[in-house]
């Protein structure tokens, strides 16, 4: 509702706006060009929340990958309670796999080749983040030597931490060329 209400607000805005210059100008030729202008821009401020409105599938992505790590760590946690200390290091080697396949496809929309993740998962029942991943390191390979790639760490970092609920100085990513 407060959405709805921010765009009536900036469109009111704008209106008032554009009706304050055209009664300031007095002249027949020029108000046909702050017309269209003013159309113009009526237009962009109309469509752009119908275009968010279907741009928002990353945000749905990003829900869905959310649910599937938390799943994850809770079929973690099962695991871990069951296996003793060599079944959880087959259980991390997994886990490690099927993170290193589930995060490949967003690396390479930077350009970079994802080699290893190792994380680092809560093993204290005590602890409310049993079962959850507290830091993560994460090994890459770049194509571009000249790129620093640091714009691509912190949104991966953003990604990452959104979607595994890890605190983002507790990702490290290493990106060799």
């Known amino acids: 509702m407060d959405y709805l209400l921010d765009i009536i607000k900036k469109i009111a805005c704008f209106?008032?706006?554009a009706s304050f210059i055209l009664n300031l100008v007095n002249?027949?030729?020029y108000k046909k060009y702050i017309n269209m202008f003013t159309g113009l821009i009526m237009i962009i401020l109309v469509m752009k929340p119908v275009i968010n409105m279907f741009s928002s599938d990353n945000q749905f992505e990003t829900l869905l990958k959310t649910n599937e790590s938390?799943?994850?760590s809770r079929e973690m946690a099962d695991k871990?309670?069951?296996a003793g200390s060599y079944g959880k290091e087959l259980i991390l080697n997994e886990f490690n796999e099927t993170l290193k396949n589930s995060?490949?496809?967003?690396?390479?929309d930077y350009?970079?080749?994802l080699e290893k993740?190792?994380?680092q998962i809560e093993f204290?029942?005590?602890d409310s983040d049993y079962g959850r991943i507290t830091s993560l390191d994460i090994a890459a390979k770049g194509f571009d030597v000249s790129n620093s790639y640091s714009v691509a760490v912190t949104e991966l970092k953003k990604y990452i931490s959104n979607v595994y609920k890890i605190d983002r100085n507790n990702i490290h990513i290493n990106i060799t060329c």
Not at 103 to 108: A, Y
């Open 27 to 29: 002249d027949e030729r």
């Open 80 to 82: 871990i309670s069951v």
């Open 111 to 113: 350009g970079i080749t």
């Open 117 to 119: 993740t190792e994380a």
């Open 103 to 108: 995060l490949s496809h967003k690396f390479l």
């Open 124 to 126: 204290d029942r005590t």
């Open 70 to 72: 938390d799943y994850m």
């Open 15 to 17: 209106y008032v706006f």
